[in-house]
């Protein structure tokens, strides 16, 4: 697919991966549909439109089934048919298995699973009409082998692949391609406040000896997006930390 043009909506796109994700779609000539639970600043847009695409903003929660719906209405309006949906947004609440209370779990689920489902149902339909589409769902290195403390975040991202592996078979006759990315340990706001410890132990189990960037990630999502036969599919970008024989 050409990107040129094409309309890319990036869910949990105001900051880190999701945010590099946009910016580097917009670098490609993509219009940008940047998202949110909460209203996002102006600064971000004007980053995205100073390579000469367009860009807008749309808010609310994609755990919602109507609220999905609204924002991908509103998204059309604002930039016309969504060809390549990023489903990036996700949250982690860390905890011991013996002292997650169920809200705990549910919470994760909700967000990462439950609305990856909900967006990817309604931009799906709309595909299906074009006969062409892109759908990228960001899962996680954990999602492949678990984690201690992250019951809940490793099951939702297991979810997210073989929900990818489903949705890949049923949109392949329309030309909808769906894969999934699965980052290890990227630098971001959230790797930053690790202790130097705890980042020490990570790099050791990494083959490449590193935290990957939000550029690592982002450049596999325009891969994908461009790659028409590459479907149902697991891209790791881990720096080998899942290496699997």
Request: hydrophobic residues 35%.
């Given at each position: 697919m050409d990107l040129h043009n094409k309309n890319v909506f990036v869910t949990g796109s105001s900051r880190g991966i999701g945010y590099t994700i946009a910016e580097t779609f917009a670098k490609e000539g993509a219009n940008i549909i940047l998202n949110g639970r909460?209203?996002?600043d102006q600064s971000l847009i004007d980053g995205i439109t100073q390579y000469g695409v367009t860009c807008a903003a749309v808010n609310g929660d994609i755990?919602?089934?109507e609220?999905?719906?609204q924002m991908l209405a509103e998204a059309e309006a604002a930039i016309g048919p969504i060809h390549i949906l990023v489903n990036n947004a996700g949250i982690t609440n860390d905890k011991l298995l013996l002292r997650m209370k169920p809200e705990d779990f549910e919470s994760v689920i909700k967000i990462n699973l439950t609305?990856?489902?909900n967006m990817t149902q309604h931009a799906i339909k709309k595909m299906m009409k074009l006969r062409?589409?892109?759908i990228i769902n960001l899962t996680s290195v954990v999602g492949l082998t678990g984690n201690i403390?992250?019951?809940n975040y490793a099951a939702s991202k297991a979810g997210v692949i073989g929900f990818t592996k489903s949705a890949a078979r049923e949109g392949a006759a329309r030309g909808i391609t769906v894969n999934a990315i699965a980052p290890g340990f990227i630098e971001t706001e959230m790797t930053a406040v690790l202790s130097d410890k705890v980042k020490e132990q990570s790099i050791a189990v990494i083959p490449l000896q590193r935290f990957g960037s939000t550029e690592d990630v982002a450049h596999a999502a325009v891969f994908l997006a461009k790659s028409p036969y590459i479907t149902g599919q697991v891209l790791s970008v881990d720096g080998g930390m899942a290496m699997q024989g």
């Open positions: 909460k209203e996002i755990a919602d089934f609220q999905a719906g609305g990856t489902f062409e589409g892109r403390g992250q019951a």
